[in-house]
């Protein structure tokens, strides 16, 4: 045995737990995720009326109502699919790169958490673009009604509001910690 080959491996990096579970949580989240938007393909192209729902060149009926955002959403029904299913494959490779310490799959980990902040917090205006676009409720509907809807929506926005910037906040402290210098030394990338 060569001094090199002994020194090479008295110098090997620790393989820290905080990526080895990140992995796996990711792993198995995304394989998970990867399973059930199969399915939901299957659904979607075999069991609904493709005739009404894919295929239709015009518009859904009151699509007019919605903001300009909400009605690009729902007139690009298979392409948002398709994305979102391409960016769970992307995780679910990254996953597996990132548990055998490749620097590309730290990367892209950390890029895919970047774009799951700015999707969280902009899911709150989009929200409350949607919300906002709701017909209010009717003067024939009963006493109280109106104000009791109106205590549900806000309970329910102020809610996603906090889990949002919640789960931003999450993602946030996992950039912070791969993008750390103990991080990028167990991938070389110092």
């Given amino acids: 045995m060569s001094q090199d080959t002994v020194s090479a491996e008295n110098h090997e990096v620790p393989r820290s737990t905080f990526v080895t579970v990140l992995s796996w949580v990711l ?4 394989g998970f995720l ?19 729902f894919w295929s239709t060149a015009r518009p859904p009926k009151g699509i007019e ?37 490749k620097n590309w799959a730290r990367i892209i980990i950390v890029c895919i958490f970047g774009v799951g902040i700015v999707l969280n917090l902009g899911g709150i205006w989009l929200q409350s673009q949607m919300f906002s676009s709701l017909p209010h409720f009717s003067a ?5 009604f109106t104000q009791q809807m109106d205590t549900m929506v806000t309970v329910m926005r102020i809610g ?3 889990f949002a910037v919640a789960i931003a906040g999450l993602l946030a402290w996992l950039i912070k910690r791969l993008a750390s210098r103990p991080v990028r030394g167990e991938f070389g990338a110092l």
Avoid: E, H, K
């Fill in 140 to 144: 024939r509907a009963p006493p109280g």
């Fill in 65 to 101: 109502t919605f903001p300009p955002l909400i009605q690009l959403l729902l007139s690009n029904v298979r392409l948002f699919f398709l994305m979102n299913w391409l960016l769970i494959l992307l995780t679910l490779v990254s996953s597996i790169g990132l548990l055998y310490r």
């Fill in 27 to 30: 792993i198995v989240g995304a």
């Fill in 34 to 52: 990867t399973l059930i938007s199969v399915i939901q393909a299957l659904m979607f192209f075999f069991v609904l009326p493709t005739d009404r």
């Fill in 160 to 162: 996603s509001g906090i």
